[in-house]
């Protein structure tokens, strides 16, 4: 068996830290603890928090029980989202969870068949959503002031603002590209950077380093790397990649689509902890009440923020469903 990398090694003991917490296993929102005012995510104030989703100060804060619903006429609605939040005096922490029948965490993976690649696979994804500065129409329509979905071609629809000046703090959490190394993707909305792009509205916060790429070769056939670190698993960790050896896979071997690594910078912003157990989702973000970035937005207790609320069930882009057209986080 080849020697563990040190990010290997680093990343197992984060893994094993966690579980020492409370971050290993989840057990549900607790069934006595009191429910939110419709549309109100309660935060409560504690001594201090963590990414444990069974700490227990959860048990006293109130839930919010949200349901989501197709993005697009037609397709199924989501999940029940039940939403919590403590703060201390530094850090804000949402807890989420939802019902989700499959794990799924093999986005853009690679199968080998004994002669060739084929890729396959998305992952499960949460998506909350912030104004970044004062906003009354994002206050009174929630997400659907960012959401830009006149056209009959949905393949234009796009996220994001028609001014520069107005612009949204996006967690998105994933299931397979942030989750394995314990954050949420953090990223922020503006205007298009290019009119025929839908996508170019949406822009990763800052960073010096990290981040997933796609592993894929250059002519795009297959994988450009393996997990070398003498292990088996769904992820391959930046330190652990080598090339690609396929005299040493057998028919049925599926290869990760990514090669992760953490961002160092404000795009790591939001440390984040997610398990999926007995069909449930279970995810603890938590994040500086101020980050000091701009591309971030500002939490200032007692003042309420509005959010939005998305979430995707393996898949991406259009699929997603959301909840009520306005949610509001309020201090206590």
Not at 99 to 105: K, Q
Not at 134 to 143: D, I, R, T
Not at 150 to 175: C, F, L, P, T, V
Not at 207 to 227: A, L
Request: net charge negative.
């Amino acid at each position: 068996m080849k020697k563990l990398s040190i990010v290997t090694m680093l990343g197992l003991l984060l893994v094993l830290l966690l579980a020492a917490c409370g971050g290993g296993s989840a057990e549900p929102a607790a069934d006595n603890a009191p429910a939110s005012q419709p549309g109100t995510l309660t935060a409560v104030k504690v001594d201090a928090t963590s990414l444990d989703a069974n700490a227990p100060y959860w048990a006293n804060a109130p839930v919010l029980s949200v349901d989501t619903k197709a993005a697009v006429d037609g397709n199924p609605d989501g999940s029940t989202v039940k939403l919590q939040a403590v703060y201390d005096g530094q850090y804000l922490v949402i807890r989420s969870e939802w019902a989700d029948p499959t794990e799924s965490v093999l986005k853009n993976a690679w199968t080998w068949d004994g002669t060739a690649f084929t890729k396959s696979g998305d992952e499960d994804r949460i998506m909350i959503t912030w104004p970044i500065g004062n906003n009354a129409e994002f206050a009174s329509k929630g997400c659907a002031a960012a959401c830009h979905n006149s056209s009959e071609n949905q393949d234009e629809w796009w996220m994001g603002s028609d001014n520069a000046n107005i612009r949204y703090d996006n967690w998105h959490w994933k299931s397979a590209r942030t989750n394995p190394l314990g954050y949420t993707d953090d990223q922020w909305w503006s205007v298009l950077a290019d009119p025929a792009d839908p996508e170019s509205s949406r822009y990763g916060d800052a960073k010096d380093s990290g981040g997933y790429s796609d592993n894929v070769n250059e002519d795009k056939s297959g994988p450009q790397y393996m997990n070398g670190a003498g292990i088996t698993g769904d992820f391959i960790f930046k330190g652990d990649e080598v090339a690609i050896d396929t005299a040493a896979l057998v028919a049925g071997d599926v290869i990760p689509g990514l090669v992760l690594a953490k961002p160092v910078g404000s795009r790591g912003d939001i440390d984040a902890n997610g398990v999926w157990i007995n069909g449930n989702w279970v995810v603890v973000q938590r994040r500086l009440l101020n980050t000091g970035h701009d591309d971030d937005a500002v939490f200032t207790p007692p003042k309420p923020m509005p959010f939005g609320l998305s979430v995707v069930d393996n898949g991406g882009g259009l699929p997603h469903t959301v909840g009520p057209d306005v949610l509001t986080l309020e201090w206590k």
